[in-house]
């Protein structure tokens, strides 16, 4: 097997920002043939209800339903999922579970408010989502980490009803995920997919209750629903290919790098990992060693693949400069695989998560770590931030007005009102002037 060409850039070149931006480009275009499918199976569901999903379950997913009853899955075979797992698997999922719960109580928002001299009370009441809707991908996908990533934040904020969904093909279910599921606290599961589902939970069913926000990771299918959706409902983000970035001084070991690298470009062929260094010596090092470690890994296909077309190794003339590079990007995941990776970080301000020294590996992230694994990919990081406890909450604002305040307030809103020309609004305010 030949090596990989993977691209070299060097950041220091006149044309290095428009390489850069070509690199990062990513065609992530609608198609108008899905777009058109998808708005069809949600308006039939919003339409035919529980007759609608239950067509498409069994047409999409080869099952043989006749009642919507049949889609949920009783509080039974969760807990039953959960006390079948071998041991070694159901240790792995306490640890990450209680590893996410407790980084999550951190988050929890509360409520506050102060009074001013004359009386009058200003604060913010934060409540929690009533009922939230968790996809889940099913078949040959398992992802118990996902289950427990976006599952525990809506429960520490005080959800009312978690509702997952999750394809079953065939009727087969994946246990770990089921177990998750217990061991998060989802409420219930109902065995759809697809846009069907989130057209189900958008709207509601006879059968399947309607949520205020969509959360979870799915096909082309599912999020061109979310899109579609979003309005009746929230979402969550519409996540792109997975991303990491790496900064190294040339000092870690580079098959450690290079795995890492692997750790992205394994989930698909549109899978972006780059790597920075100072060191043009250390980015060959790291070259070899992908070559080296490629044959050795079960996706060494994808990983191929999206090395090949999406990802780079660039030289940069210090750690200042790779930070510049790192902002621009705005990665997924950022390594800082160097020797103070505390004074890098003071001046990263564009990252979904950032992994600190040698020996934190985005892996860790992704599992058990603590801190949320459904991050900003497609440099959103410059504005949006992780999944956490603060997706599952509102913030109401409140406004208690003494009579003092009342008559200077009211005489600051008259003028206003009436530079506006709403001269109700002026009036309103006007009849509580002393």
């Known amino acids: 097997m030949s090596d990989i060409n993977i691209t070299r850039l060097d950041a220091s070149s006149a044309d290095f920002n428009r390489q850069l931006q070509h690199l990062l480009a990513f065609d992530d275009a609608d198609d108008l043939e899905i777009h058109q499918r998808v708005l069809a199976i949600i308006a039939d569901v919003r339409n035919n209800?529980?007759?609608?999903?239950?067509?498409?379950?069994?047409?999409?997913?080869?099952?043989?339903?006749?009642?919507?009853?049949?889609?949920?899955?009783?509080?039974?075979?969760?807990?039953?999922?959960w006390n079948n797992l071998p041991a070694e698997q159901a240790q792995a999922l306490q640890t990450a579970a209680d590893r996410i719960r407790a980084y999550a109580e951190h988050q929890k928002m509360e409520s506050w408010q102060y009074t001013?001299?004359?009386?009058?009370?200003l604060g913010q009441k934060i409540t929690p989502l009533d009922r939230v809707g968790l996809?889940?991908?099913?078949?040959?996908?398992?992802?118990?980490?996902?289950?427990?990533?976006?599952?525990?934040?809506?429960?520490?904020?005080?959800?009312?009803?978690?509702?997952?969904?999750?394809?079953?093909?065939?009727?087969e279910t994946n246990e770990l995920v089921l177990a998750a599921a217990y061991l998060a606290g989802v409420d219930r599961v109902f065995t759809i997919g697809g846009a069907q589902a989130v057209a189900a939970l958008a709207y509601g069913t006879e059968t399947i209750p309607a949520v205020a926000?969509?959360?979870?990771?799915?096909?082309?299918?599912?999020?061109?629903?979310?899109?579609?959706?979003?309005?009746?409902?929230?979402?969550?983000?519409?996540?792109?290919?997975?991303?990491?970035?790496?900064?190294?001084?040339?000092?870690?070991?580079?098959?450690?790098?290079?795995?890492?690298?692997?750790?992205?470009?394994e989930h698909d062929e549109n899978a972006q990992s780059i790597l920075i260094s100072t060191d043009v010596a250390f980015l060959g090092a790291v070259e070899l060693s992908i070559n080296k470690l490629l044959p050795t890994m079960e996706r060494a296909g994808i990983i191929r693949t999206s090395l090949t077309t999406r990802g780079a190794l660039i030289k940069v003339s210090d750690l200042n400069a790779a930070v510049d590079v790192a902002n621009i990007i705005a990665p997924e995941h950022l390594e800082l695989s160097v020797e103070d990776p505390e004074a890098l970080c003071k001046n990263i301000r564009h990252a979904g998560?950032?992994?600190?020294?040698?020996?934190?590996?985005?892996?860790?992230?992704?599992?058990?770590?603590?801190?949320?694994?459904?991050?900003?990919?497609?440099?959103?990081?410059?504005?949006?931030?992780?999944?956490?406890?603060?997706?599952?909450?509102k913030r109401s604002s409140l406004i208690n007005c003494s009579q003092a305040g009342a008559d200077t307030l009211g005489k600051t809103a008259s003028i206003l009102a009436r530079g506006e020309s709403l001269t109700a609004h002026a009036r309103s305010a006007e009849f509580r002037i002393k």
């Open 135 to 171: 996809y889940v991908p099913g078949g040959k996908a398992a992802y118990p980490s996902s289950v427990l990533m976006n599952a525990i934040p809506a429960k520490v904020a005080g959800v009312g009803e978690l509702i997952m969904v999750v394809p079953a093909p065939g009727g």
């Open 213 to 265: 926000k969509i959360v979870g990771p799915g096909n082309i299918y599912v999020a061109t629903a979310k899109k579609l959706v979003f309005g009746q409902v929230g979402i969550d983000m519409i996540a792109g290919p997975s991303e990491i970035l790496i900064i190294c001084d040339g000092k870690t070991n580079p098959d450690w790098i290079a795995m890492d690298l692997f750790s992205q470009a």
């Open 116 to 121: 001013e001299a004359d009386g009058t009370v």
């Open 353 to 393: 998560a950032i992994f600190m020294g040698r020996y934190t590996a985005e892996a860790l992230g992704d599992y058990c770590a603590g801190p949320n694994h459904v991050l900003p990919t497609s440099s959103t990081a410059r504005f949006s931030s992780p999944l956490g406890v603060y997706d599952f909450q």
């Open 49 to 81: 209800g529980d007759k609608a999903v239950i067509d498409y379950t069994n047409r999409f997913d080869h099952r043989a339903v006749t009642r919507a009853s049949e889609l949920e899955l009783s509080p039974e075979t969760l807990k039953s999922a």
